[in-house]
Each structure stands twice: as structure tokens, then as C-alpha cells.
């Protein structure tokens, strides 16, 4: 099952890292292979949200995400194309100042893809992600 944990300095407090991580709908302005990101129900700290992303192929997919603000987000799969898409951010004030940002992303694919592309995708992409997150975070609140 490729997975990944990693994690980024991001210089703005928690509280904005995480309204910038639940701003969804927001996403595809955010990250380049997000076409889509619709807020189905909101029910106090938790979403369902339908995405579509080109990753190689469109993936079209909901998760159910449980926001404990301004500390973490965690996710799991409702429904999709995959076995399994659970993941979180957890957020950490650093002392000084911004935020450490550890993202963890498990993902299976249920269509036969061959575990070095699964694996390709999740190595490539979650740098990428994470890099665009802190710079849109930061511009968005940069003082």
C-alpha cells in the first residue's frame, strides 16, 4: 500500500495554515492537477468533499475529512476508485513563529495499476503538494 509521511515549515501561525487546508472548494486554485473540489455536507467539524484530480489518469473521489482546528485534519475515503485514500495533516506551532506541517497520505488504488507507478504518484506529488500549500499559504498571509 504506497504511503507517505513528510513534513514542511510553513511561516504563518496554525490557524491560517488551517484555514487554508479546509478552504476545499479553494484547492484547484492551490494545486495544478486539482480540477474540482465541491463541498457536499458540512456537518460541524466534519465535510464531505467530492474532488477530481489528473494524476496520469482523472480520479474522481469523495472523502469524509474531521477537522480538529486548528491542530489537525484527517481523511478518509467515502467512495472512489480507490481501496483505500486516508491521510491527515497534524499542524505544530514552532517556536518563533509559523507552523510544522506533518502530512501523512496512505493510498491504494482499486483499479490494477502496478505498485511503482501508486508508488511514483504519492513520491512525486506530495513534495509538490506540500511546497504548493506553504507558498499559498504564505502569500495568503504574508504580513
Known amino acids: 500500500m504506497p504511503g507517505t ?11 491560517a495554515l ?4 479546509t ?3 479553494r484547492y484547484p486554485q492551490i494545486l495544478d492537477e486539482m480540477e474540482e473540489a465541491t463541498v457536499l455536507s458540512r456537518d ?8 477530481s484530480v489528473n494524476l496520469i489518469k482523472r480520479f474522481k473521489y469523495t472523502l469524509t475529512l ?3 482546528r486548528p491542530a489537525s485534519v484527517r481523511w478518509s475515503l467515502k ?13 505544530q506551532p514552532i517556536v518563533g ?10 493510498v491504494e488504488v482499486a483499479a490494477f495499476v ?14 509538490k503538494l506540500l511546497q504548493s500549500f506553504k507558498s499559498h499559504a504564505e502569500r495568503l498571509h504574508s504580513s
Open 114 to 127: 502496478p505498485k511503482a507507478v501508486s508508488n511514483r504518484i504519492v513520491g512525486k506529488t506530495v513534495p
Open 44 to 51: 460541524g467539524d466534519t465535510a464531505d468533499v467530492r474532488f
Open 5 to 15: 509521511q513528510q513534513t514542511i515549515d510553513i511561516a504563518v501561525s496554525p490557524e
Open 18 to 21: 488551517f484555514d487554508v487546508i
Open 23 to 25: 478552504d476545499y472548494e
Open 97 to 106: 513563529g509559523g507552523t510544522r506541517a506533518l502530512y501523512t497520505v496512505e
Open 79 to 91: 467512495e472512489g476508485p480507490f481501496k483505500l485514500s486516508n491521510g491527515s495533516w497534524e499542524l
Open 66 to 68: 474531521v477537522e480538529h
